[in-house]
T-cell receptor, first 113, second 113 residues
Framework: DAGVIQSPRHEVTEMGQEVTLRCKPISGHDYLFWYRQTMMRGLELLIYFNNNVPIDDSGMPEDRFSAKMPNASFSTLKIQPSEPRDSAVYFC???????????FGEGSWLTVV | QKEVEQNSGPLSVPEGAIASLNCTYSDRGSQSFFWYRQYSGKSPELIMFIYSNGDKEDGRFTAQLNKASQYVSLLIRDSQPSDSATYLCAVTILTGGGNKLTFGTGTQLKVEL
């Protein structure tokens, strides 16, 4: 089985530009999670979906961040406009249930200059 | 108080020794507990999960859970240099939107030759 697939793996962009990160969860997984990891704050949950519906977006830092899941096999996390403090690794993860193991993608390494 | 707390380390142990990694959590209602390993530049990968009080063993790894003390630990026997990584404790916390998997900031383990 293919794991969680994320793109792009690396992105360097200028402050003020729009950034779109993409994720394909593991087939059959009903839950999809977006996490952000930094040295200072560790791994933070931004938002998660159940059956394509956003359940908890309390971790989304501000209105510049938005996430969508138009179907069971695709999700996006968008930052507009991007700022240097958004530089981090963004992980997408999926699971069958919230109580079960979640599986991470390889991450998208974002640098905003 | 952080929801999940870990000592950041680094924890240094000699090869062949037992490494003991500890984690405390704040929500008494938490029901699922996970240990993830993360190598530098890689995504977190699951090592073990535990749901009930007591010990759970898997090869060289033992997870220990004490819900009364809100404490979970991971023991690594016969530590190898390949065990050098950051170990993330994760706990499900019930929110209005359902169970949310919350991570500690991780403990860096160094196994020295």
């Amino acid at each position: 089985d293919a794991g969680v697939i994320q793109s792009p793996r690396h992105e360097v962009t200028e402050m003020g530009q729009e950034v779109t990160l993409r994720c394909k969860p593991i087939s059959g997984h009903d839950y999809l999670f977006w996490y952000r990891q930094t040295m200072m704050r560790g791994l933070e949950l931004l938002i998660y979906f159940n059956n394509n519906v956003p359940i908890d977006d309390s971790g989304m830092p501000e209105d510049r961040f938005s996430a969508k899941m138009p179907n069971a096999s695709f999700s996006t996390l968008k930052i507009q406009p991007s700022e240097p403090r958004d530089s981090a690794v963004y992980f997408c993860a999926s699971s069958r249930e919230t109580r079960n193991t979640i599986y991470f993608g390889e991450g998208s390494w974002l640098t905003v200059v | 108080q952080k929801e999940v707390e870990q000592n950041s380390g680094p924890l240094s142990v000699p090869e062949g020794a037992i490494a003991s990694l500890n984690c405390t959590y704040s929500d008494r209602g938490s029901q699922s507990f996970f240990w993830y390993r993360q190598y530098s530049g890689k995504s977190p990968e699951l090592i073990m999960f535990i749901y009930s009080n007591g010990d759970k063993e898997d090869g060289r790894f033992t997870a220990q859970l004490n819900k009364a003390s809100q404490y979970v630990s991971l023991l690594i026997r016969d530590s190898q240099p390949s065990d050098s990584a950051t170990y993330l404790c994760a706990v499900t916390i019930l929110t209005g939107g359902g169970n949310k998997l919350t991570f500690g900031t991780g403990t860096q383990l160094k196994v020295e030759l």
